[in-house]
């Protein structure tokens, strides 16, 4: 494992300097680009990594997969009456959608469907974004992970266009809560700061069947970890997820603090940082490595 992943690090170190750091959230814009980690966990929950590995940064969207599964925890099958399971083909942050198709929105890794999910977990939980931070904890065996609240705070400052859509789905009675509890713990969710070590840890059960071996527990049954990992592979990289299937071709979760998890079932999860991010909101070099990982390995899902 190890010199597999210093010949990714080798692959995709001359690419140190591409892209743009997510400005539209102001607390992340000051985050220094020149960033790179991986890890990955083997299903016997060893880690092995290269890099700023141990650096905790902003999960952002990461936070939607951890989000959707207490949610698939508590409501089962239910879920799905008011997410769809399809690829959107639009930004993450779109809201055009929503109008056409009644206030469901199209999956659960977009902005409006996290919302969705979020609005559940409201229900459900007496603070979700603790119930969050600490199902994260079990899963990566690491009790210090916070959520940062300069990160949430600043968020919310600019959360026009996440509280139209979560207004847009109340309008079409797919929004319970009140609105601005439910983006609290939504971007508190997304501030969730974790290192690559900890997300290939948190990751894990994803590639094992859905059992956690920190936790020693199972955290899906085997059918919801095979629907998981599905909406990841179609989903997962927003409007990059095509392309993410054809060049990579692993379920995977991105988020705009620049880490990507991935999973290669059976064998292991993965997590690759790296701050700077495409005009898709995806890490650079964190496509990249992945894109250097499934080459070297010579396996994907498909
Ligand atoms: O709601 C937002 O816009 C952010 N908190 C999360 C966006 C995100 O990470 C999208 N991912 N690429």
Partial sequence: MQSLLNEIYNDVKPMLGQGKVAGYIPALASVDPAQFGIAICDN????TSVGEADTPFSIQSISKLFNLVMAMNHYGEGLWDRVGCEPSGLPFNSLVQLEYESGIPRNPF???GALVVSDMNESRFASPHLAMRDFVRRLSAN???????????SEYEHRSRNAAMAYLMKAYHNFDNEVEDVLHNYFYNCAVEMSCKDLARSMNFLANRGHCVFSASDVLNKDETR???ALL???GLYDEAGRFAFKVGLPGKSGVGGGIVAVVPGRFSLCVWSPALNEMGNSVLGVAALESLTRRINWSVY
């Fill in 143 to 153: 009790d210090s992970i916070f959520s940062n609240s300069d990160v949430a705070d």
């Fill in 110 to 112: 977009i902005n409006a």
């Fill in 233 to 235: 592979a179609t989903s």
């Fill in 44 to 47: 016997a929950g060893e880690v």
């Fill in 227 to 229: 629907q998981v990992n």
